[in-house]
């Protein structure tokens, strides 16, 4: 699976030590993260695990207290195109008066430098992105009348428009209808035949085989990380889950969560 | 009508409408974006903070030039900001108790220095009382040309910077993905929430004056789903509400910025009520023709229904007693009445109804497009 390494080229993502607390208590603590080139990876873990912080982390939004953040390699503010992000649906103010469209053509800004507004040739790439999520006949609804799968899927195409080289995605599967869920499968398919990297943030336990490579598990420690077959046991989910797994009993509490990798 | 005539030849009125213009138009454009970031009440609070700066302006100056006031009420309203988001960062208290409380401490500041300013010799002429609630008649050509000037630094900024600060309003995260440096951005266009309010002061005054930062685009958000539509129309509702306000004022000798903001505000209500997708009207209006046809439909299936269940003759009269039970005589008898003016149900001189033949077609055409959601979308 490791071809990035194999072949002598940088990680995608490679993140050491990272630690960040807000106020005394820790929320990241000493994470890696390392993620192959052309893999698509899960990171899984509790409420409250840090899932979110990891990426907010990765992506320079929030500054760690200890850590280093490479992205092939290089610091992050050097790679800065490369990288795209989907946040969460719920991040935003869907009544923003605005269109599906424009919204997406957002992606375009980074590439655009200061005053210069998107022109036709912007518009023309995020009509394309629409189409490629399958949103082409909702380009100019009002993205407050979309639905939460398909607000979703506005956010992805606005990432694909970037045209990035790794995909930081915080749960894209939250709340989505069972069409959107497929159609965001076959797009993450896609970006791996692209060769491109997709790191997401991902509740459903059940699905974690059937859609990702590579899975780290995390609970303000990460708990395990590498290729799915191999980490996605029973016993690292209840390290990371404390014992509160389905079918496994106990209330076992932070003690569980000295276990390392 | 005479005030209308008036202000093409009498030099005062058109100052004062010329002014009230160029303060609707800065403070509806700029006062949009407040709206949508949720800085409304931080636009209250700086504005009752300007008044201290004023105040200390002109006594440090001893000039009432506006522009120097201006700037006197900016570096306060700056500093209340500040530290609004100071005591939020560093204390417990949370940001609307850090509001109220800067609030009303630089205000409080701000009466003090003026009541002292008061009680000088000769200093009843400073009319910085006037600051509070507002006075149009007193504006000068020098007044609304420094409010032109500085509200059209403001106005090309934003625009200037149109992107980003939509980008910036909508998903800040994903801006400071893109590289832009979002911490200055936001202290600019806050900065401009402080020009859009600043523009105003003299003619509305600081306890209102965030009524017109508000109003306008709250106003024009109902109207339009393009966010360059709704800063336009908060311009022209902004102008509107001072035009008319000031010249409302001027008449009927009231105080100028409450007056304003009566308009504005009646703005919004109309905005509120009547707006085409999202007035409240029109959308009780929808609910209660989707109602109405829903008893209609309702009423066809019973009717198809009840004629099922009597085999051969489909257009045989039936009681309506059980229909009345299930559904309420009102909604019934009133179903019955439209559907019979339509032609698609009878009443049998019995007394019992049924459905005409293209009754029994709608009905049919009806179930199939209910089993069949797909092709109703």
């Given at each position: 699976?490791?071809?990035?390494?194999?072949?002598?080229?940088?990680?995608?993502?490679?993140?050491?030590?990272?630690?960040?607390?807000?106020?005394?208590?820790p929320?990241?603590?000493?994470v890696?993260?390392?993620?192959?080139?052309?893999?698509?990876?899960?990171?899984?873990g509790?409420?409250?695990?840090?899932?979110?912080?990891?990426?907010?982390?990765?992506?320079?939004?929030?500054?760690?207290?200890?850590?280093?953040?490479l992205?092939?390699?290089?610091?992050?503010a050097?790679?800065?195109?490369?990288?795209?992000?989907?946040?969460?649906?719920?991040?935003?103010?869907?009544?923003?008066?605005?269109?599906?469209l424009?919204?997406?053509?957002?992606?375009?800004?980074?590439?655009l430098g200061?005053?210069?507004?998107?022109?036709?040739?912007?518009?023309?790439?995020?009509?394309?992105?629409?189409?490629?999520?399958?949103?082409?006949?909702?380009?100019?609804?009002?993205?407050?009348?979309?639905?939460?799968?398909?607000?979703?899927?506005?956010?992805?195409?606005?990432?694909?428009?970037?045209?990035?080289?790794?995909?930081?995605?915080?749960e894209?599967?939250?709340?989505?209808?069972?069409?959107?869920?497929?159609?965001?499968?076959e797009?993450?398919?896609?970006?791996?035949?692209?060769?491109k990297?997709?790191?997401?943030?991902?509740h459903?336990?059940?699905?974690?085989?059937?859609?990702?490579?590579?899975?780290?598990?995390?609970?303000?420690r990460?708990?395990?990380?590498?290729?799915?077959?191999?980490?996605f046991?029973?016993?690292?989910?209840?390290?990371?889950y404390?014992?509160?797994?389905?079918?496994?009993?106990?209330?076992?509490?932070?003690?569980?969560?000295?276990?390392?990798? | 009508?005479?005030v209308?005539?008036?202000?093409?030849?009498?030099?005062?009125?058109?100052?004062?409408?010329?002014?009230?213009?160029?303060?609707?138009?800065?403070?509806?454009a700029?006062?949009?974006?407040?709206?949508?970031?949720?800085?409304?009440l931080?636009?209250?609070?700086m504005?009752?903070?300007?008044?201290?700066?004023?105040?200390?302006?002109?006594?440090?100056?001893?000039?009432?030039?506006p522009?120097?006031?201006?700037?006197?009420?900016?570096?306060?309203?700056?500093?209340?900001?500040?530290?609004?988001?100071?005591?939020?960062?560093?204390?417990?208290?949370?940001?609307d108790?850090?509001?109220?409380?800067?609030?009303?401490v630089?205000?409080g500041?701000?009466?003090?220095?003026?009541?002292?300013?008061?009680?000088?010799?000769?200093?009843?002429?400073?009319?910085?009382?006037?600051?509070?609630?507002?006075?149009?008649?007193?504006?000068?050509?020098?007044?609304?040309?420094?409010?032109?000037?500085?509200?059209?630094?403001?106005?090309?900024?934003?625009l200037a910077?149109?992107?980003?600060?939509?980008?910036?309003?909508?998903?800040?995260?994903?801006?400071?993905?893109?590289g832009?440096?979002?911490r200055?951005?936001?202290?600019?266009?806050?900065?401009?929430?402080?020009?859009?309010?600043?523009?105003g002061?003299?003619?509305?005054?600081?306890v209102?004056?965030?009524?017109?930062?508000?109003?306008?685009?709250?106003?024009?958000?109902?109207?339009?789903?393009?966010?360059?539509v709704?800063?336009?129309?908060?311009?022209?509702?902004?102008?509107?509400?001072?035009?008319?306000?000031?010249?409302?004022?001027?008449?009927?000798?009231?105080?100028?910025?409450?007056?304003?903001?009566?308009?504005?505000?009646?703005?919004?209500?109309?905005?509120?009520?009547?707006?085409?997708?999202?007035?409240?009207?029109?959308?009780?209006?929808?609910?209660?023709?989707?109602?109405?046809?829903?008893?209609?439909?309702?009423?066809?299936?019973?009717?198809?229904?009840?004629?099922?269940?009597?085999?051969?003759n489909?257009?045989?009269?039936?009681?309506?007693?059980?229909?009345?039970?299930v559904?309420?005589?009102?909604?019934?008898?009133?179903?019955?009445?439209?559907?019979?003016?339509?032609?698609?149900?009878?009443?049998?001189d019995?007394?019992?109804?049924?459905?005409?033949?293209?009754?029994?077609a709608?009905?049919?055409?009806?179930?199939?497009?209910?089993?069949?959601?797909?092709?109703?979308?």
């Amino acid at each position: 699976m490791r071809i990035g390494l194999r072949t002598g080229g940088a990680l995608a993502i490679q993140a050491t030590d990272l630690t960040l607390a807000y106020q005394q208590r820790p929320v990241l603590w000493d994470v890696d993260l390392e993620v192959p080139q052309g893999v698509l990876m899960a990171i899984v873990g509790p409420n409250g695990a840090g899932k979110t912080t990891l990426l907010r982390a990765v992506l320079g939004l929030l500054q760690p207290a200890a850590g280093e953040v490479l992205i092939f390699g290089q610091p992050y503010a050097s790679q800065r195109r490369r990288v795209a992000y989907v946040p969460q649906r719920g991040s935003v103010d869907w009544d923003f008066p605005t269109t599906a469209l424009d919204i997406v053509t957002m992606g375009t800004y980074g590439g655009l430098g200061w005053v210069r507004r998107p022109g036709s040739s912007e518009r023309a790439r995020a009509a394309a992105a629409l189409t490629e999520v399958g949103m082409e006949c909702y380009a100019d609804r009002q993205i407050s009348q979309l639905s939460g799968g398909q607000q979703q899927r506005i956010f992805l195409a606005r990432a694909l428009v970037q045209d990035a080289d790794v995909y930081l995605m915080d749960e894209p599967f939250q709340g989505v209808d069972a069409t959107t869920e497929r159609a965001i499968v076959e797009l993450l398919r896609a970006l791996r035949a692209d060769g491109k990297t997709v790191v997401a943030v991902h509740h459903d336990l059940q699905t974690v085989t059937e859609y990702f490579d590579e899975v780290t598990l995390l609970n303000v420690r990460r708990i395990a990380g590498g290729p799915v077959e191999r980490v996605f046991t029973e016993e690292n989910l209840r390290h990371t889950y404390g014992g509160r797994v389905a079918g496994i009993g106990g209330r076992a509490m932070g003690n569980d969560l000295e276990s390392a990798s | 009508m005479d005030v209308l005539g008036g202000l093409f030849v009498d030099h005062t009125l058109r100052t004062v409408a010329l002014g009230s213009a160029t303060l609707g138009i800065v403070s509806g454009a700029l006062g949009a974006f407040a709206v949508l970031r949720r800085q409304a009440l931080l636009g209250d609070a700086m504005s009752h903070a300007a008044l201290p700066g004023v105040a200390l302006a002109f006594l440090m100056t001893g000039s009432r030039a506006p522009l120097v006031l201006m700037l006197g009420a900016a570096i306060a309203g700056w500093l209340a900001a500040l530290a609004i988001i100071g005591v939020a960062r560093t204390s417990r208290i949370k940001t609307d108790s850090a509001m109220a409380l800067t609030l009303s401490v630089f205000f409080g500041a701000g009466l003090v220095v003026l009541t002292f300013i008061q009680r000088q010799p000769a200093a009843g002429k400073a009319g910085l009382d006037k600051f509070l609630f507002g006075q149009a008649a007193a504006m000068l050509e020098s007044d609304v040309i420094t409010m032109a000037a500085v509200g059209a630094l403001g106005l090309f900024a934003l625009l200037a910077l149109w992107k980003e600060f939509k980008l910036l309003s909508f998903d800040p995260d994903f801006a400071a993905t893109l590289g832009m440096p979002t911490r200055r951005l936001d202290i600019l266009l806050t900065g401009l929430l402080v020009i859009a309010i600043v523009v105003g002061l003299k003619t509305v005054g600081v306890v209102l004056m965030s009524a017109m930062v508000v109003a306008p685009g709250a106003a024009a958000r109902q109207w339009t789903n393009h966010l360059g539509v709704m800063v336009t129309l908060a311009a022209l509702f902004g102008a509107a509400a001072g035009v008319l306000g000031a010249l409302l004022s001027t008449t009927a000798e009231t105080s100028t910025g409450p007056t304003i903001v009566l308009v504005a505000t009646g703005l919004v209500v109309v905005s509120l009520l009547f707006a085409p997708a999202r007035g409240v009207v029109w959308a009780r209006i929808r609910a209660w023709r989707s109602r109405r046809m829903l008893a209609l439909e309702a009423v066809i299936a019973d009717l198809a229904s009840l004629a099922a269940q009597h085999g051969s003759n489909a257009t045989h009269p039936h009681d309506i007693g059980a229909l009345n039970a299930v559904r309420g005589r009102a909604v019934v008898e009133r179903a019955l009445s439209e559907l019979a003016a339509d032609g698609l149900a009878r009443q049998h001189d019995t007394g019992g109804w049924s459905l005409t033949p293209r009754g029994l077609a709608e009905a049919d055409r009806l179930a199939r497009s209910r089993r069949a959601p797909g092709v109703a979308r």
